[in-house]
Protein backbone atom coordinates (compact mmCIF):
# COMPACT_ATOMS: atom_id res chain seq x y z
CA UNK A 1 0.00 0.00 0.00
CA UNK A 2 1.10 3.64 -0.75
CA UNK A 3 2.05 5.25 2.64
CA UNK A 4 3.84 8.76 3.86
CA UNK A 5 6.81 8.13 5.94
CA UNK A 6 8.40 10.52 8.38
CA UNK A 7 11.26 9.94 10.28
CA UNK A 8 13.00 10.17 13.16
CA UNK A 9 9.97 9.73 15.42
CA UNK A 10 11.35 11.63 18.07
CA UNK A 11 14.31 13.74 17.71
CA UNK A 12 16.01 16.19 20.63
CA UNK A 13 18.40 18.36 19.78
CA UNK A 14 20.37 21.82 20.96
CA UNK A 15 19.96 25.07 20.35
CA UNK A 16 22.02 26.22 17.45
CA UNK A 17 22.05 22.78 15.40
CA UNK A 18 21.11 22.26 11.73
CA UNK A 19 18.36 19.38 11.90
CA UNK A 20 16.61 18.01 9.11
CA UNK A 21 13.49 15.93 8.78
CA UNK A 22 12.49 13.34 6.25
CA UNK A 23 9.73 12.79 4.68
CA UNK A 24 9.29 9.64 2.12
CA UNK A 25 5.64 8.95 0.08
CA UNK A 26 4.99 6.47 -2.25
CA UNK A 27 1.68 8.09 -3.32
CA UNK A 28 3.48 9.30 -6.20
CA UNK A 29 1.79 12.61 -5.35
CA UNK A 30 2.92 15.77 -6.24
CA UNK A 31 2.01 18.09 -3.71
CA UNK A 32 3.54 17.65 -0.38
CA UNK A 33 3.55 20.07 2.52
CA UNK A 34 5.21 20.47 5.97
CA UNK A 35 3.08 21.59 9.15
CA UNK A 36 3.84 22.46 13.02
CA UNK A 37 1.30 21.51 15.57
CA UNK A 38 1.52 23.00 18.89
CA UNK A 39 -1.33 23.49 21.52
CA UNK A 40 -3.47 26.29 20.94
CA UNK A 41 -2.77 26.90 17.38
CA UNK A 42 -3.88 23.74 15.49
CA UNK A 43 -2.05 22.87 11.75
CA UNK A 44 0.51 25.64 10.79
CA UNK A 45 1.87 25.74 7.07
CA UNK A 46 5.62 25.90 7.17
CA UNK A 47 6.48 25.14 3.75
CA UNK A 48 4.69 22.94 0.58
CA UNK A 49 5.71 22.28 -2.67
CA UNK A 50 3.66 21.61 -6.26
CA UNK A 51 6.44 19.55 -7.96
CA UNK A 52 9.97 19.10 -8.50
CA UNK A 53 11.97 22.18 -8.16
CA UNK A 54 9.34 24.26 -7.08
CA UNK A 55 9.19 25.05 -3.38
CA UNK A 56 6.64 27.65 -1.10
CA UNK A 57 6.59 29.63 2.02
CA UNK A 58 4.08 29.08 4.25
CA UNK A 59 2.30 31.12 7.23
CA UNK A 60 5.75 30.12 9.65
CA UNK A 61 8.40 29.50 7.49
CA UNK A 62 11.17 31.82 9.07
CA UNK A 63 14.14 29.35 10.02
CA UNK A 64 12.97 26.44 7.80
CA UNK A 65 13.90 25.22 4.40
CA UNK A 66 12.83 22.40 2.10
CA UNK A 67 14.23 21.28 -1.39
CA UNK A 68 12.29 18.97 -3.78
CA UNK A 69 14.88 17.29 -5.75
CA UNK A 70 12.17 14.44 -7.08
CA UNK A 71 8.78 13.19 -6.59
CA UNK A 72 8.96 11.40 -3.50
CA UNK A 73 10.69 13.12 -0.48
CA UNK A 74 10.38 16.84 0.75
CA UNK A 75 12.85 17.15 3.63
CA UNK A 76 12.44 19.89 6.07
CA UNK A 77 15.55 21.39 7.48
CA UNK A 78 16.03 23.69 10.66
CA UNK A 79 19.33 25.90 9.68
CA UNK A 80 19.54 26.74 13.56
CA UNK A 81 17.17 24.99 16.17
CA UNK A 82 15.89 27.39 18.32
CA UNK A 83 13.61 26.36 21.45
CA UNK A 84 10.48 28.00 19.56
CA UNK A 85 10.75 24.77 16.93
CA UNK A 86 10.07 22.96 19.80
CA UNK A 87 6.95 20.97 18.03
CA UNK A 88 5.37 17.79 16.44
CA UNK A 89 6.20 18.40 12.80
CA UNK A 90 3.79 16.84 10.43
CA UNK A 91 4.46 16.02 6.11
CA UNK A 92 1.80 15.05 3.95
CA UNK A 93 0.96 15.24 0.66
CA UNK A 94 -1.95 15.21 -1.88
CA UNK A 95 -2.76 14.18 -5.49
CA UNK A 96 -4.46 17.40 -6.60
CA UNK A 97 -4.02 20.71 -5.94
CA UNK A 98 -7.47 22.24 -6.36
CA UNK A 99 -9.10 19.46 -4.04
CA UNK A 100 -6.49 19.38 -1.26
CA UNK A 101 -7.53 16.24 0.71
CA UNK A 102 -3.91 15.50 2.22
CA UNK A 103 -2.59 12.53 3.27
CA UNK A 104 -0.56 13.04 6.79
CA UNK A 105 2.23 11.42 8.27
CA UNK A 106 2.83 10.09 11.69
CA UNK A 107 4.84 13.34 12.97
CA UNK A 108 8.24 13.70 14.38
CA UNK A 109 8.12 15.18 17.82
CA UNK A 110 10.90 17.19 18.10
CA UNK A 111 12.45 18.90 21.06
CA UNK A 112 15.10 21.67 21.32
CA UNK A 113 16.92 22.12 24.23
CA UNK B 1 -10.48 38.39 10.12
CA UNK B 2 -10.87 35.01 8.13
CA UNK B 3 -10.74 32.43 10.32
CA UNK B 4 -12.00 28.37 10.51
CA UNK B 5 -13.14 27.68 14.34
CA UNK B 6 -15.06 25.69 15.82
CA UNK B 7 -17.52 26.05 18.40
CA UNK B 8 -16.99 23.57 21.26
CA UNK B 9 -13.27 22.98 22.28
CA UNK B 10 -14.40 19.61 23.82
CA UNK B 11 -17.23 17.37 23.52
CA UNK B 12 -18.46 14.35 25.89
CA UNK B 13 -20.54 11.94 24.75
CA UNK B 14 -22.02 8.03 25.74
CA UNK B 15 -21.29 5.40 23.57
CA UNK B 16 -24.08 4.80 21.05
CA UNK B 17 -25.21 7.89 20.92
CA UNK B 18 -24.60 10.64 18.00
CA UNK B 19 -21.97 13.16 18.05
CA UNK B 20 -21.98 16.50 16.08
CA UNK B 21 -19.06 18.32 16.08
CA UNK B 22 -19.52 21.71 14.81
CA UNK B 23 -17.24 24.47 12.82
CA UNK B 24 -17.44 27.96 11.56
CA UNK B 25 -16.05 29.58 8.69
CA UNK B 26 -16.28 33.36 7.33
CA UNK B 27 -14.72 33.26 3.92
CA UNK B 28 -17.80 32.77 1.70
CA UNK B 29 -15.15 32.07 -0.86
CA UNK B 30 -14.24 29.27 0.30
CA UNK B 31 -15.37 25.86 -2.08
CA UNK B 32 -14.11 23.02 -0.33
CA UNK B 33 -14.45 21.55 3.25
CA UNK B 34 -12.86 18.72 4.48
CA UNK B 35 -12.88 16.76 8.34
CA UNK B 36 -10.21 15.30 9.23
CA UNK B 37 -9.27 12.71 12.75
CA UNK B 38 -6.44 12.90 14.63
CA UNK B 39 -5.93 9.91 17.41
CA UNK B 40 -2.88 10.50 19.66
CA UNK B 41 0.08 10.41 18.58
CA UNK B 42 -0.94 10.20 14.78
CA UNK B 43 -0.73 12.05 11.84
CA UNK B 44 -4.33 13.59 10.91
CA UNK B 45 -6.87 11.00 9.29
CA UNK B 46 -8.85 12.28 6.23
CA UNK B 47 -12.58 11.29 7.65
CA UNK B 48 -15.11 13.09 4.53
CA UNK B 49 -15.20 15.87 2.21
CA UNK B 50 -17.57 18.41 0.78
CA UNK B 51 -17.91 20.77 -2.24
CA UNK B 52 -19.98 23.79 -1.58
CA UNK B 53 -22.17 23.51 -4.39
CA UNK B 54 -23.46 20.44 -2.03
CA UNK B 55 -25.24 20.83 1.89
CA UNK B 56 -25.17 17.31 2.70
CA UNK B 57 -22.87 13.88 2.14
CA UNK B 58 -23.00 10.59 4.05
CA UNK B 59 -19.88 7.96 4.34
CA UNK B 60 -20.25 5.47 6.68
CA UNK B 61 -21.56 6.29 10.30
CA UNK B 62 -20.35 10.08 9.33
CA UNK B 63 -21.99 12.91 7.94
CA UNK B 64 -21.30 16.03 6.49
CA UNK B 65 -23.90 19.06 6.13
CA UNK B 66 -23.19 22.35 5.26
CA UNK B 67 -25.01 25.52 5.77
CA UNK B 68 -23.64 28.49 3.27
CA UNK B 69 -25.94 30.83 4.52
CA UNK B 70 -24.99 31.14 7.83
CA UNK B 71 -21.25 29.43 6.78
CA UNK B 72 -21.24 26.43 9.03
CA UNK B 73 -20.20 22.97 8.80
CA UNK B 74 -20.84 20.08 10.88
CA UNK B 75 -19.93 16.58 11.35
CA UNK B 76 -22.33 14.14 12.54
CA UNK B 77 -20.79 10.50 13.76
CA UNK B 78 -23.92 7.89 14.18
CA UNK B 79 -23.72 5.28 17.20
CA UNK B 80 -20.61 6.69 18.90
CA UNK B 81 -18.37 4.43 19.52
CA UNK B 82 -15.09 4.23 21.55
CA UNK B 83 -12.75 3.90 18.86
CA UNK B 84 -14.09 7.60 17.65
CA UNK B 85 -12.13 8.86 20.71
CA UNK B 86 -9.96 11.51 19.00
CA UNK B 87 -9.48 15.64 17.94
CA UNK B 88 -11.36 16.04 15.04
CA UNK B 89 -10.63 18.95 12.78
CA UNK B 90 -12.25 21.01 9.76
CA UNK B 91 -10.50 22.35 6.71
CA UNK B 92 -11.65 24.74 4.57
CA UNK B 93 -10.41 25.54 0.51
CA UNK B 94 -10.39 28.79 -0.30
CA UNK B 95 -9.82 27.80 -4.02
CA UNK B 96 -7.18 29.41 -6.17
CA UNK B 97 -3.87 30.72 -6.00
CA UNK B 98 -1.25 29.19 -3.83
CA UNK B 99 -2.37 27.01 -1.09
CA UNK B 100 -5.38 27.57 0.39
CA UNK B 101 -6.27 25.03 3.30
CA UNK B 102 -6.72 26.72 6.85
CA UNK B 103 -7.27 24.15 9.58
CA UNK B 104 -9.61 24.49 12.35
CA UNK B 105 -8.32 24.55 15.97
CA UNK B 106 -10.06 21.32 16.73
CA UNK B 107 -12.34 19.51 18.88
CA UNK B 108 -11.54 16.59 21.14
CA UNK B 109 -14.61 14.14 21.55
CA UNK B 110 -14.49 11.93 24.51
CA UNK B 111 -16.65 8.75 24.20
CA UNK B 112 -17.68 7.25 27.38
CA UNK B 113 -18.39 3.52 27.70
Known amino acids: DAEITQSPRHKITETGRQVTLACHQTWNHNNMFWYRQDLGHGLRLIHYSYGVQDTNKGEVSDGYSVSRSNTEDLPLTLESAASSQTSVYFC????????????FGSGTQLSVL | GESVGLHLPTLSVQEGDNSIINCAYSNSASDYFIWYKQESGKGPQFIID?????DKRQGQRVTVLLNKTVKHLSLQIAATQPGDSAVYFC????????????FGAGTRLFVKA
Open chain 2, 91 to 102: AENRGTGGFKTI
Open chain 2, 50 to 54: IRSNM
Open chain 1, 92 to 103: ASSERRDNEKLF
